[in-house]
Structure formats: C-alpha cells, structure tokens
C-alpha cells in the first residue's frame, strides 16, 4: 500500500473547487462544502489522508511540505481550478520526481487525454466513478490492468484502459464521516445557509433528471439514482451523533435526496427517532404529504434549484419542473416551516433582459429565505457545453474562463440580443433587487435578534457579500 495523500490543492481565497455540480467558483460568502468525493476512495486506503488546503487557509509551501511526505498525491481538480491544480503538480514534481501525481474528478472523466496532455507532472487520471481506481494505484496494481485509468507510459505515451463499471452496491462503501473526523477541522466548513458546524454525505449518487446544465450526472454520477440503504444511511447519522457531538447539522448532498419519496420518508421516520436537525437538496415538486413527514422528523432547510422564472427557459434545460408547481411547493413549505434556499442561474438558453427580469419577479414571490445566483457555466462534457458550440454562443475552446484571476465566475455564454456582460451583471442586479427590500431586511434582522451567534455570522457575512458585489461591479 502506498502512502497516499488525497488533496484539495491551495486556490483562490474561498474558492470551492470541489464544490458540487455548477458552482466552482469564488462564493458570495466564504463557503467551503466538505470534499466528499476525496473523502469516499481515501475512506477504503488504510493509512491514506485527506488535506483540504483551501479550507484549511494553507500556502502553496505549506501544502507542498506536507504533500512532500506522501508517495502517491490524488487530487480533485474542475475545469476553473484545473490550471492551477497542474501547476501545483508541477512544483511538487520539482521537489520529488518519484512521487506518483494522479488526478480525479469531472474534468478528468470528460477530457482524460487532453489532461494529461496538459502536464508531464500527472501521471494518470481517473475516469469515471473513480473510488475504486484509487484504490487499485495505492495497492501497487500495474496501471494496464486498472479500469477506469488514463495513464502516461514511461516513453511518454499516454493510454486509456477500458471503463470501470458503476458502483451497483452503494452500502459496500465505507463512511466518509470518520475521514472527516480524522482528517478534517469541521470548524472550517461554513455554509450560509446551514447551521454552524454541519456535515454533508451522500445517500446515493446519479441524479434522474436531466439537466443541460448539470454536471456531475452527465460526467461521472450518471442518471440512474443508485441508493444506499435506509439502514446504511442511519447507521453513518448515528456514528455522527456519537463521534462527532459537536455537529448541529446534517445535509444530505444528493442532487434530489427526494426523488424517492417513500424512501425519503423512511428515512426522516429514522432521523426523527435520532432526534438530528437536517437539510437535503430537493426538486420543487415534492407533496405537502412528504414535507409534513419530513419536517415533523427533523427537517430544517431544503436546498431547491429553481433556476429561472420563465417556463420555456425551464423547459430548454430539461428542468421537468413548472413554475406553477414551484410555487405551490414553495407555498407548501412556508406553511409548514421549512426554510428555503433557492438557487437561480442566468444566461440559460432563451434568456432575454424580459427573462431575467421575469425571474427576479418571480424570485421575489416565491421569497426564499436566502438565494445564490450563479452564471450558465458550459462545462465540457454537458448538454449544455455542446448547445453553446453548435449555437455559435460561445468558441470551443480547450480552455474555457469560467472564472476570473480573482475566481470570480465569468459569463461564458453570449447571445445575439444579450451580451455576455449584461448577463453577468444581471447577477449583481438580482442580489440587490431580492435583498434589499424592506421585508427582507427585517427578516434578516429578526433572525440576528434571535441569537447572538446568528447576529456575528450575518453581520460577517454581510461584509463577505457587499464586498463580493464590489468586486463583481469591477
């Protein structure tokens, strides 16, 4: 067994690479989601250990001392992320030749060749669901015999192994929880929106709707939902609750933890009985039956990705969702307490100046108690990518900007009737527009009233996004 690290490598300030399906970018508020996906193959490598660099505020010297002790480094890398991520190759590279650099994660599945073709430093990618891929390279297997494996030869010849199956048996994983308790300061993953200290896992992976937009289904996760047990599931809460007592949250980061309502609601019957606070992401048509069972068994806040306003927009992406059945979800869920975060994206095929004012209306209406607003990112290997392509909308390009120097993300897609920056100032427009009115302001502020706790973190992140809005202004 080789020592391994598995590592989330120094970025932009607040910059969550490793952030889940469409967000890799420098957040409005300084957020960091836990880096499951390193979490999962480090969990089955006795002795391996995950470091979290962005999170944990080190410097590139601090992290290549550490990375320096290890035989075999993995890293996450994503599209925005992945030039500086070869780099950080590199320098290791520099200091140790012998070390053995391996990469994982969608950018890797989609474009394996190019890759590697970017960087002699790496020297094999995964491909793929990669969990198991890692495993085999720590164990020593002769990289020819690894499915899934993208790998350069030592003549400097690259080559690509068959594909390695999905996972079928999601409860024959290890839990990640136990990585994050060993490796991890869970004091340094703050989500606005969730309560302070939380963890996330995943119940299942692949996703069933079909998104345009969406990566990870259409990468590496597929559109086939494939569920740990109900037991399985509570068994890593009940560790948590043991292990980890200090945890005021749990979130479930499966794309829709609800997409399988009675299983959902077995599950909630089983978080109730634990007596946890819990979030999941969910889609917008979930029935009040199944939200009243939810929030009587723990349920606090459901992360809901309404992206726009407009039913045509909704339906060029393959939302399979209407806005009429947002709303009475939404409606739905203020009768019965559940906080909302919603998410909108702009810029999406169809988007006009009347869309987007069409979805701030509608943003406003629905009035989710906090929003995030994000840009249409083309990431290669979407739908969406190719639309963009074939469309004219934007150039394919081996490099794609979908953040600035500062990380920052860019608008990557243009229209004939809609430029590049007026989507990209739409974003500034819509924060403003949905938080400052007078009845948000005075929900914001009865929330600070009520905890002293509450009142530093808003007042924090209140600094962390007009200083967000200042930077996205210039």
């Known amino acids: 067994m080789m020592k391994t690290l598995f590592l989330q490598a120094p970025s932009f300030d607040g910059f969550d690479g490793g952030a889940g399906s469409r967000y890799q970018a420098k957040r409005e508020i300084k957020s960091f989601w836990y880096p499951t996906w390193l979490a999962q193959p480090a969990a089955l490598i006795p002795g391996s250990r995950v470091l979290d660099a962005p999170a944990d505020e080190l410097s590139v010297d601090a992290t290549l001392a550490i990375a320096l002790e290890y035989d075999l480094v993995i890293m996450h890398t994503s599209s925005p992320s992945f030039p500086t991520d070869a780099k950080f190759a590199e320098e290791i590279k520099k200091r140790k030749p012998a070390v053995i650099i391996g990469m994982v994660g969608a950018k890797t599945a989609v474009d394996p060749h190019g ?72 004091e340094n993953y703050f989500i606005g929106y969730l309560q302070h200290p939380y963890v996330s896992i995943y119940t299942g992976r692949g996703c069933r709707s079909k998104c345009t937009f969406c990566l990870w289904p259409q990468t590496v996760g597929g559109h086939r939902y ?43 019957r089983g978080l109730g009985k634990l007596g946890v606070t819990w979030s999941c992401n969910a889609k917008a048509n979930v029935p009040y039956s199944t939200l009243k069972i939810m929030k009587e068994n723990g349920l606090r806040l459901l992360l809901v990705g309404y992206e726009s306003g407009d039913d045509q927009i909704l339906l060029n992406i393959k939302k399979g969702l209407r806005t009429d059945i947002a709303k009475r979800f939404s409606e739905d869920c203020r009768k019965l307490g559940i906080k909302i975060h919603g998410t909108f994206i702009l810029g999406l095929p169809g988007e006009t100046h009347d869309t987007i004012e069409k979805t701030i209306e509608y943003a406003k209406e629905i009035n989710p108690h906090t929003i995030q607003v994000s840009l249409a990112a083309p990431y290669p290997g979407t739908t969406l990518y190719k639309q963009a392509v074939e469309n004219g909308w934007m150039e394919d390009n081996k490099v794609i900007n979908l953040v600035s120097n500062k990380g920052v993300q860019l608008a990557a897609i243009s229209y004939p009737h809609l430029s590049k920056e007026d989507i990209y100032h739409g974003v500034e427009a819509f924060y403003r527009r949905f938080y ?10 009865r929330e600070m009233l009520g905890s002293w706790d509450m009142m530093q973190r808003r007042l924090r992140e209140g600094v962390e996004f007009f200083r967000f809005l200042r930077a996205h202004q210039s």
């Open 115 to 186: 890759s590697l073709s970017a960087s002699e430093a790496i020297d094999f990618v995964c491909r793929e669901e990669f969990d198991y891929t890692c495993r085999d390279v720590a164990n020593g297997l002769a990289f020819k015999d690894i499915p899934g494996l993208s790998y350069r030869e030592s003549d400097g010849s690259i080559e690509h192994n068959g594909p390695r199956e999905m996972i079928e048996n999601m409860d024959e994983l290890p839990f990640v929880a136990p990585v994050y308790k060993r490796d991890l300061k869970i």
């Open 226 to 268: 494939r569920v740990r047990s109900v037991e399985n599931v509570l068994e890593e809460v009940r560790w948590i609750k043991e292990n980890m007592p200090e945890v005021k949250e749990i979130m479930f980061d499966d794309d829709t933890f609800t997409d399988f309502k009675p299983r959902a609601e077995e599950i909630a």
């Open 436 to 445: 400052f009115r007078p009845v948000k302001i005075w929900e914001i502020v």
